[in-house]
Structures are given as structure tokens and as C-alpha cells.
């Protein structure tokens, strides 16, 4: 469905500087907006990089699953359905702790198998689950501590102060995402069924 809309819009926008006579303008745009893709993709690549090997050296040395167990009374609490160390759990925490340092390439994996993971719980395999659900409000929400895209953006385009944002940052995601679990909770009771 995204991949129509943007279809659309950019269809849209070249018939519209076909029929104002700006055909110049839209071919100048096209390769004026590649080049600035190609160097945003160069200057942000390493800073992901970093993160992402560093979150597999976490992953291999065991500190992910360390952080995981710390993680563990939390979440236990957050998600009541699932049996204590089931292997979700670990696969959640995973997610959030990658997510919380603004990784959201490395958090995609641990979230599709703690999805995968907690749809073997699930009863109803045409619905999704309590826990399903909670988990995806979760991850939705944003939950970031550090928000390294954003500051590799900012650096990229001059900014002298790039961390400036973390507290913007870090006041929206605990808000969002304290926000999104107690409307959960509220709909969770008012739908038990």
C-alpha cells in the first residue's frame, strides 16, 4: 500500500512539472535528491555499522543475554501470559535493549523471532495474542535512550551540537512509550475476549 502511495506521489509530481513546463526542474530534482541519498547513506552507514557490530559482540559474548535477565522481572510483570524463561522473553529484551540504543536495523531481527516465538504460545493462531500485542505497542512507541540516526543526521547536515536532541529524545520516548502501555492495559481489561 506505501509502495502506491509513493508511486502516486511521484507520478503525480512529474505529470506536474510536465504540465507547468518544469520538466527541468523534476530531472534536476531526480539527480540532485540520488546524490544527496548516496552521501546520507555514506556518512550514516558507519555510525550503524558501529552500533550493529557492537550489539553482535553483545549477542556472542553473552552480554545481551546478561542484560536480558536484568531485563527479566520487568518484563515478566509486562507480559504475564508467557512462561518464565521462555525463550520470547530474551528475544523481547533483545529487541528493546537494541531499540534503546536507537538501533532499529539490529532490533528488526530479535523482533521478528520474538514474534515468531511468541505465536507458538499463542492459542488463536488467526489473532494476535495479549503479549503480541503489548510487544508491539512496545516497539512501536519508539523506545530509545540513545537516538544514534538522528545525531548521525544532524552531524551530517553541520549541526554544531548533534546530541542537543537526547533529552528532547529521551523525554518523547518515555512518554510514548509509558503512554502506549497504559492505553494497552486500559483496552486489554476492557477487551478480555
Known amino acids: 500500500m506505501v509502495n502506491i502511495i509513493w508511486m502516486l506521489l511521484i507520478g503525480i509530481g512529474i505529470c506536474y512539472?510536465?504540465?507547468?513546463n518544469n520538466l527541468d526542474t523534476v530531472n534536476t530534482t531526480i539527480i540532485d535528491s540520488t546524490k544527496?541519498?548516496?552521501?546520507m547513506l555514506f556518512k550514516i552507514f558507519p555510525v550503524v555499522a558501529l552500533w550493529m557490530g557492537l550489539m553482535k559482540i553483545a549477542e556472542k559474548s553473552k552480554l545481551l543475554e546478561k542484560m536480558s535477565t536484568k531485563l527479566s522481572p520487568f518484563l515478566t510483570k509486562l507480559f504475564p501470559e508467557i512462561p518464565k524463561g521462555h525463550e520470547s522473553l530474551s528475544l523481547i529484551?533483545?529487541?528493546?535493549?537494541?531499540?534503546i540504543f536507537g538501533l532499529g536495523s539490529a532490533a528488526t531481527p530479535f523482533g521478528l523471532k520474538a514474534m515468531s516465538s511468541l505465536q507458538k504460545l499463542n492459542k488463536n493462531k488467526n489473532s494476535a495474542s495479549r503479549s503480541m500485542i503489548t510487544f508491539l505497542?512496545?516497539?512501536?512507541?519508539?523506545?530509545?535512550?540513545?537516538?544514534?540516526?538522528?545525531?548521525?543526521?544532524?552531524?551530517?547536515?553541520?549541526?554544531?551540537?548533534?546530541?542537543?536532541?537526547?533529552?528532547?529524545?529521551?523525554?518523547?520516548?518515555?512518554?510514548?512509550?509509558?503512554?502506549?502501555?497504559?492505553v494497552d492495559r486500559i483496552l486489554a481489561r476492557r477487551y478480555k475476549d
Request: charged share 5%; aromatic share 2%; net charge positive.
Open 17 to 20: 512539472g510536465i504540465f507547468t
Open 36 to 39: 544527496v541519498s548516496l552521501d
Open 137 to 182: 505497542v512496545i516497539n512501536t512507541s519508539g523506545l530509545t535512550i540513545i537516538p544514534t540516526t538522528i545525531i548521525s543526521l544532524r552531524l551530517m547536515h553541520g549541526s554544531s551540537n548533534p546530541t542537543r536532541i537526547v533529552l528532547a529524545c529521551l523525554i518523547s520516548t518515555i512518554s510514548s512509550t509509558i503512554g502506549g502501555i497504559i
Open 93 to 99: 529484551a533483545s529487541n528493546i535493549i537494541a531499540n
